[in-house]
C-alpha cells in the first residue's frame, strides 16, 4: 500500500514538474492580443529609439539608436556615438530595403572613409555576393525582433512555428515555441501570465578569427580578407574562437556551438501597442548588448533617404 502510494506520488510529481507543449498558434494568437491586437494591423512603419550599450571587454560603448521599418521590407538601424561633439559625430546606416544592401556612414569632412562592406560578410573566396550575403544577415536580425514585436512570421524572414515544451527551471511559468527558418532554429519564451514575450534563444556555429593566413571566417563557414594578427587579439569577445593556425573544414565542424539569447522587459503601451523598452542580448551566458528604448512612434514620417541602398 505505502509502495503503491508513493509510486502515484511521484509519478504526480513529474507531470506537475515537466511542462506540456502547447499549440503555438493559440499562444502567438494570446500573444498578438497582449501586444496591441487589433493595433499591430494598423501598423505600416514604426521607429524605436533610444541608448544602445555594446559591451567590448573592459569597456562600454554607448550609442544613440533608431530602428525605423517600413513594412514588408524594408528596415534600417542608425547609430551614432552618444556624447561626441558634433563635428567629430558619425552616423552609420545598417539594414536592407527590399533586396538591397543599406550600409554607409555620414562623417564630418576629413574623416577617414567608411568601409565599402560591413565587416563578417562573405567574400569573393566563398562565391557568395557580399553585399547579398550582408543584406540577408540583417534581415535575419531585424526579422527576429519583429517576430517578437508582431507575434508573427516577417515577410521578409518567412519562419515556422511548432510545439515546444518550456524550460522547467525557469523562475516563472513560462510557454514556448519552437522557431524555424531553413538551417536556423530558435525557441520563443513568453510569459504565461502576461502572454508577452520573455526570450528568444537560439544557437549558432561561432566566428572564427585566425593568424597567419589573414582570414576571418564567418559562422557561415566562409573566408574573407581581414587584418592580420601577429600576436592574437587582445580581446577577444564571446561566441568568437581564436586559432593560431589556419582552420580546415575539419576543425569548424568540431567546434560547439554558441548560444544567443534576447530577453525582453518593461514593457509600456504607446498608440494601443504594447512593446519592450529594454532588450539584453547574451552570448554564451555574456551580456554583450542592451538597448534602453526611450520613444516608439508608430506610422511615422519616414525620411526616405534612410532607406538609400549601398549599390
Known sequence: MKLSLLVAGLISFCLVREPRAQDPEALLAAMRAALGGDALQGVEAFTIGG?????????????????????????VRRTRPHGV????????????TGEHLIFRIDRPRGAPAPPSIPPQAEGPESGVDPRA????????????????????????????????????????KMDAIEVRHEEFAAKL?????????????WTAPPIVVSRGSRVFTTSRG?????PAL???????????????ET????????????????????FKTSDGITWPRRIV???QGHVTEVWRLEAVKINPRIDRRWFESSR
Open 189 to 201: 519564451m513568453v510569459d504565461a501570465a502576461t502572454h508577452l514575450p520573455a526570450a528568444l534563444a
Open 85 to 96: 561633439p558634433s563635428h567629430f559625430e558619425t552616423t552609420m546606416f545598417e539594414g536592407f
Open 230 to 244: 601577429p600576436d592574437g587579439p587582445r580581446y577577444i569577445p564571446p561566441g568568437v574562437i581564436y586559432l593560431p
Open 133 to 172: 550575403a550582408a543584406a540577408t544577415r540583417f534581415k535575419e536580425e531585424f526579422g527576429r525582433l519583429q517576430l517578437v514585436l508582431f507575434a508573427s512570421s516577417p515577410a521578409t524572414y518567412p519562419v515556422r512555428f511548432a510545439a515546444a515544451s518550456p524550460d522547467p527551471s525557469s523562475r516563472r
Open 247 to 266: 582552420p580546415t573544414p575539419e576543425m569548424l565542424a568540431e567546434l560547439p556551438p554558441v548560444e544567443h539569447r534576447l530577453e525582453f522587459s518593461q
Open 281 to 283: 542580448r547574451m552570448t
Open 222 to 226: 566562409t573566408v574573407v580578407n581581414a
Open 51 to 75: 541608448k544602445l550599450e555594446r559591451h567590448a571587454g573592459p569597456g562600454t560603448l554607448v550609442y544613440v539608436v533608431e530602428l525605423t521599418c517600413q513594412l514588408p521590407d524594408r528596415c
